[in-house]
């Protein structure tokens, strides 16, 4: 079955730009994460979204980065006025949330951000 | 805060040989532990976890890891490596009750040689 896509999946753009990071689920999934691979700081935590509860934005970095998921499925990572440091792999992931049940989270095969 | 510990940047086995990647973790809570395979260009992909229960978690391509909880572990094995299980390894921990998303170790790479 499709996993989870991730577009674009090579983004290079210029310092002060803005960029979006485009996410689909695998369907049925009703959370889904945002994570960052940089070298320097290994796979950190963004965003978090399950149903139509509010997101959990305790690892954004700055207030330039914000996310949104419409209608429970697709979800936009949006990076304003884009820094060098902003260059890292950007992973998506879903997962099924159903109560107390921990479910393993899915990754797609990430958008690497080069920012110039 | 919950953290997680690869002490191993590499490792390096024989072909045939059996393999051990370790991993520990701190969290304040019951832990969720998982252990995630990364093939180069390619995305994380899911070995296996332990949630509960039995301390000895079986998960893909025969690696199993041990939850030990006194000593705060979690290693990855596997009795007898491939060369393609060479990659890069990653052991995160979620809290029960807690923040569902994870927090990742530095990753450990593998290196199997023929």
């Known amino acids: 079955g499709a996993g989870v896509s991730q577009s674009p999946s090579n983004k290079v753009t210029e310092k002060g730009k803005d960029v979006e990071l485009r996410c689909d689920p695998i369907?049925?999934?009703?959370?889904l994460y945002w994570y960052r691979q940089s070298l320097g700081q290994g796979l950190e935590f963004l965003i978090y979204?399950?149903?139509?509860?509010?997101?959990?934005k305790s690892g954004l970095p700055s207030d330039r980065f914000s996310a949104e998921r419409t209608g429970g499925s697709v979800s936009t990572l949006t990076i304003q006025r884009t820094q060098q440091e902003d260059s890292a792999v950007y992973l998506c992931?879903?997962?099924?949330?159903?109560?107390?049940?921990?479910?393993?989270?899915?990754f797609g095969p990430g958008t690497r951000l080069t920012v110039l | 805060a919950q953290s997680v510990a690869q002490p191993e940047d590499q490792v390096n086995v024989a072909e045939g040989n059996p393999l051990t990647v370790k991993c520990t973790y701190s969290v304040s809570g019951n832990p969720y532990l998982f252990w995630y395979v990364q093939y180069p260009n390619r995305g994380l992909q899911f070995l296996l976890k332990?949630?509960?229960?039995?301390?000895l978690v079986k998960g893909s391509y025969g690696f199993e890891a041990e939850f030990n909880k006194s000593q705060t572990s979690f290693h990855l094995k596997k009795p007898s490596a491939l060369v393609s299980d060479s990659a890069l390894y990653f052991c995160a921990v979620s809290i029960v009750g807690g923040r569902r998303a994870l927090t990742f170790g530095s990753g450990t790479r593998l290196q199997v040689q023929p």
């Open positions: 369907s049925g999934h009703t959370a």
């Open positions: 979204f399950q149903g139509n509860s509010a997101p959990d």
């Open positions: 992931a879903s997962s099924l949330a159903s109560g107390g049940v921990y479910n393993e989270q899915f």
């Open positions: 332990y949630i509960t229960g039995d301390n």
